[in-house]
Protein backbone atom coordinates (compact mmCIF):
# COMPACT_ATOMS: atom_id res chain seq x y z
CA UNK A 1 0.00 0.00 0.00
CA UNK A 2 1.09 3.14 -1.04
CA UNK A 3 1.19 6.04 1.69
CA UNK A 4 1.62 10.15 1.26
CA UNK A 5 3.16 11.28 4.74
CA UNK A 6 2.32 14.84 4.87
CA UNK A 7 2.93 17.40 8.27
CA UNK A 8 -0.88 16.57 9.54
CA UNK A 9 -1.22 12.81 8.12
CA UNK A 10 -0.76 10.13 6.27
CA UNK A 11 -2.99 8.79 3.34
CA UNK A 12 -3.26 6.35 0.50
CA UNK A 13 -2.48 7.14 -2.70
CA UNK A 14 -5.91 7.67 -4.73
CA UNK A 15 -6.92 5.85 -8.16
CA UNK A 16 -6.32 7.93 -10.94
CA UNK A 17 -9.97 8.65 -11.16
CA UNK A 18 -10.24 9.66 -7.52
CA UNK A 19 -9.73 12.66 -5.33
CA UNK A 20 -7.20 13.27 -2.33
CA UNK A 21 -8.40 13.88 0.88
CA UNK A 22 -6.12 16.45 2.90
CA UNK A 23 -5.03 16.11 6.11
CA UNK A 24 -7.23 19.21 6.93
CA UNK A 25 -9.70 20.12 4.81
CA UNK A 26 -11.55 23.21 4.66
CA UNK A 27 -15.23 23.17 5.98
CA UNK A 28 -16.50 25.07 3.41
CA UNK A 29 -15.14 21.93 0.99
CA UNK A 30 -17.53 18.69 0.15
CA UNK A 31 -15.71 16.93 -1.74
CA UNK A 32 -17.16 13.54 -3.30
CA UNK A 33 -14.42 10.25 -3.28
CA UNK A 34 -15.43 7.53 -4.96
CA UNK A 35 -12.42 4.45 -5.62
CA UNK A 36 -13.10 1.00 -5.91
CA UNK A 37 -13.24 -1.97 -2.92
CA UNK A 38 -9.80 -3.83 -1.04
CA UNK A 39 -8.44 -0.26 -0.72
CA UNK A 40 -8.76 2.50 2.51
CA UNK A 41 -9.71 5.83 0.89
CA UNK A 42 -7.84 8.10 3.81
CA UNK A 43 -5.69 6.55 6.46
CA UNK A 44 -4.12 8.35 9.26
CA UNK A 45 -1.62 6.32 11.34
CA UNK A 46 1.12 6.61 13.14
CA UNK A 47 2.47 8.00 16.42
CA UNK A 48 1.70 11.57 16.64
CA UNK A 49 -0.63 11.19 13.35
CA UNK A 50 -3.73 13.87 13.99
CA UNK A 51 -6.01 16.03 11.22
CA UNK A 52 -9.87 16.61 10.52
CA UNK A 53 -11.83 15.43 8.00
CA UNK A 54 -15.12 17.12 7.46
CA UNK A 55 -18.01 17.98 5.16
CA UNK A 56 -16.86 14.81 3.07
CA UNK A 57 -18.35 12.12 1.03
CA UNK A 58 -16.46 9.07 1.26
CA UNK A 59 -18.04 6.13 -0.42
CA UNK A 60 -17.16 2.09 -2.22
CA UNK A 61 -14.27 1.13 -0.37
CA UNK A 62 -12.94 -2.08 1.70
CA UNK A 63 -12.48 1.11 4.29
CA UNK A 64 -13.95 4.50 4.30
CA UNK A 65 -12.03 6.22 6.48
CA UNK A 66 -8.80 4.20 8.82
CA UNK A 67 -7.48 5.43 12.11
CA UNK A 68 -4.40 3.48 13.70
CA UNK A 69 -2.94 4.69 16.47
CA UNK A 70 -3.61 8.43 16.13
CA UNK A 71 -5.31 10.06 19.00
CA UNK A 72 -5.32 13.82 17.17
CA UNK A 73 -8.13 13.09 14.68
CA UNK A 74 -11.95 14.37 14.04
CA UNK A 75 -14.17 12.90 11.81
CA UNK A 76 -17.05 15.37 11.53
CA UNK A 77 -20.31 16.42 9.48
CA UNK A 78 -19.08 13.38 6.88
CA UNK A 79 -21.20 10.85 4.73
CA UNK A 80 -19.57 7.41 4.76
CA UNK A 81 -21.53 5.04 2.46
CA UNK A 82 -21.56 2.08 0.59
CA UNK A 83 -18.27 0.31 2.13
CA UNK A 84 -17.05 -2.72 3.62
CA UNK A 85 -16.16 -1.09 6.86
CA UNK A 86 -17.38 3.00 6.88
CA UNK A 87 -14.61 4.03 9.87
CA UNK A 88 -12.12 1.47 11.49
CA UNK A 89 -10.42 2.64 14.48
CA UNK A 90 -7.63 0.73 15.85
CA UNK A 91 -5.50 1.70 19.28
CA UNK A 92 -7.03 4.81 18.44
CA UNK A 93 -8.77 7.82 20.42
CA UNK A 94 -9.98 9.94 17.36
CA UNK A 95 -13.65 11.95 17.86
CA UNK A 96 -16.11 10.82 15.61
CA UNK A 97 -18.74 13.48 15.38
CA UNK A 98 -22.36 14.41 13.52
CA UNK A 99 -21.83 12.03 10.81
CA UNK A 100 -24.04 10.18 8.37
CA UNK A 101 -22.77 6.10 8.26
CA UNK A 102 -25.50 4.09 6.29
CA UNK A 103 -25.25 1.16 3.97
CA UNK A 104 -22.05 -0.47 4.29
CA UNK A 105 -21.52 -3.98 5.57
CA UNK A 106 -20.71 -2.42 9.08
CA UNK A 107 -20.94 1.65 10.41
CA UNK A 108 -17.82 1.47 13.15
CA UNK A 109 -15.24 -0.77 14.08
CA UNK A 110 -13.50 -0.31 17.01
CA UNK A 111 -10.38 -2.50 17.63
CA UNK A 112 -7.41 -3.03 20.26
CA UNK A 113 -6.90 -0.48 22.80
CA UNK A 114 -9.04 2.39 21.12
CA UNK A 115 -11.15 5.15 23.63
CA UNK A 116 -12.49 7.38 21.15
CA UNK A 117 -15.61 9.50 21.65
CA UNK A 118 -18.55 9.02 19.43
CA UNK A 119 -21.74 10.90 19.41
CA UNK A 120 -24.22 12.63 17.57
CA UNK A 121 -23.83 10.26 14.68
CA UNK A 122 -26.49 8.49 12.27
CA UNK A 123 -25.97 5.00 11.81
CA UNK A 124 -28.23 3.29 10.16
CA UNK A 125 -29.61 0.72 7.31
CA UNK A 126 -25.59 -1.23 7.64
CA UNK A 127 -26.17 -4.73 6.49
CA UNK A 128 -24.41 -6.47 9.83
CA UNK A 129 -23.49 -4.04 12.18
CA UNK A 130 -24.41 -0.64 13.79
CA UNK A 131 -21.18 -0.65 16.05
CA UNK A 132 -18.67 -3.07 16.49
CA UNK A 133 -16.24 -3.40 19.46
CA UNK A 134 -13.50 -5.83 19.52
CA UNK A 135 -10.64 -7.08 21.37
CA UNK A 136 -7.33 -8.84 20.67
CA UNK A 137 -4.25 -9.30 22.01
CA UNK A 138 -3.31 -13.07 23.33
CA UNK A 139 -5.84 -12.97 26.39
CA UNK A 140 -7.72 -10.41 24.62
CA UNK A 141 -6.58 -7.75 27.08
CA UNK A 142 -5.95 -4.62 24.67
CA UNK A 143 -10.49 -3.98 24.77
CA UNK A 144 -11.68 -0.61 23.52
CA UNK A 145 -13.86 1.65 25.95
CA UNK A 146 -15.23 4.13 23.54
CA UNK A 147 -17.84 6.51 24.68
CA UNK A 148 -20.78 6.52 22.60
CA UNK A 149 -23.53 9.02 23.27
CA UNK A 150 -26.40 11.01 22.11
CA UNK A 151 -26.36 8.79 18.95
CA UNK A 152 -28.97 7.20 16.48
CA UNK A 153 -28.03 3.84 15.97
CA UNK A 154 -30.97 1.69 14.51
CA UNK A 155 -32.36 -0.13 11.62
CA UNK A 156 -28.75 -1.99 11.20
CA UNK A 157 -29.19 -5.82 10.09
CA UNK A 158 -28.04 -8.08 12.73
CA UNK A 159 -27.30 -5.71 15.87
CA UNK A 160 -27.04 -2.28 16.79
CA UNK A 161 -23.98 -3.01 19.23
CA UNK A 162 -21.29 -5.83 19.22
CA UNK A 163 -19.35 -6.63 21.74
CA UNK A 164 -16.20 -9.66 20.77
CA UNK A 165 -13.88 -11.13 22.61
CA UNK A 166 -13.56 -9.33 26.03
CA UNK A 167 -13.28 -11.99 28.32
CA UNK A 168 -14.63 -13.84 31.42
CA UNK A 169 -15.04 -11.00 33.62
CA UNK A 170 -13.03 -13.04 35.93
CA UNK A 171 -9.89 -12.81 34.19
CA UNK A 172 -11.23 -8.96 32.76
CA UNK A 173 -12.61 -7.28 35.64
CA UNK A 174 -15.29 -5.51 35.85
CA UNK A 175 -15.64 -3.40 32.53
CA UNK A 176 -18.49 -0.69 31.26
CA UNK A 177 -18.87 0.12 27.95
CA UNK A 178 -21.36 3.86 28.19
CA UNK A 179 -23.64 3.79 26.06
CA UNK A 180 -26.12 6.29 27.71
CA UNK A 181 -28.48 8.62 25.97
CA UNK A 182 -28.45 6.72 22.20
CA UNK A 183 -31.57 6.67 20.52
CA UNK A 184 -32.09 2.96 19.67
CA UNK A 185 -34.82 3.04 17.19
CA UNK A 186 -37.48 2.26 19.80
CA UNK A 187 -37.77 2.87 23.74
CA UNK A 188 -38.69 -0.60 24.67
CA UNK A 189 -35.88 -2.42 26.60
CA UNK A 190 -36.50 -5.98 25.41
CA UNK A 191 -36.11 -5.02 21.63
CA UNK A 192 -32.68 -2.61 22.48
CA UNK A 193 -31.62 -5.72 24.14
CA UNK A 194 -32.02 -7.78 21.69
CA UNK A 195 -30.05 -6.00 19.28
CA UNK A 196 -27.33 -5.56 21.56
CA UNK A 197 -24.87 -8.46 20.92
CA UNK A 198 -22.35 -9.94 23.99
CA UNK A 199 -20.22 -12.30 22.24
CA UNK A 200 -20.21 -16.05 24.09
CA UNK A 201 -17.76 -15.89 27.13
CA UNK A 202 -18.37 -11.77 27.29
CA UNK A 203 -19.94 -10.06 30.52
CA UNK A 204 -20.06 -6.46 29.47
CA UNK A 205 -22.02 -4.18 31.14
CA UNK A 206 -23.77 -1.51 29.23
CA UNK A 207 -24.90 1.66 30.79
CA UNK A 208 -27.78 3.54 28.59
Known sequence: ???VPGAEGAFQTPQPHATRIPAT???TTIPTYIGVLDEARAVLGGSGAKGTISNAIIEYADVGISIDTANSVTVSNSLLRNSDRAIEIINASPTISSNTI????????IASSSNPQVSNNTV?????LGVYCIASGLS???????EIHNNSIYGNGQYELKTENY??????GDYVLNVRNNWWGTTDFNQINSKISKH?????EFSR
Open 140 to 146: CEERPYP
Open 1 to 3: MAV
Open 102 to 109: NNNRVGIR
Open 124 to 128: TANSE
Open 25 to 27: MPA
Open 200 to 204: LFDKP
Open 167 to 172: GEREQA
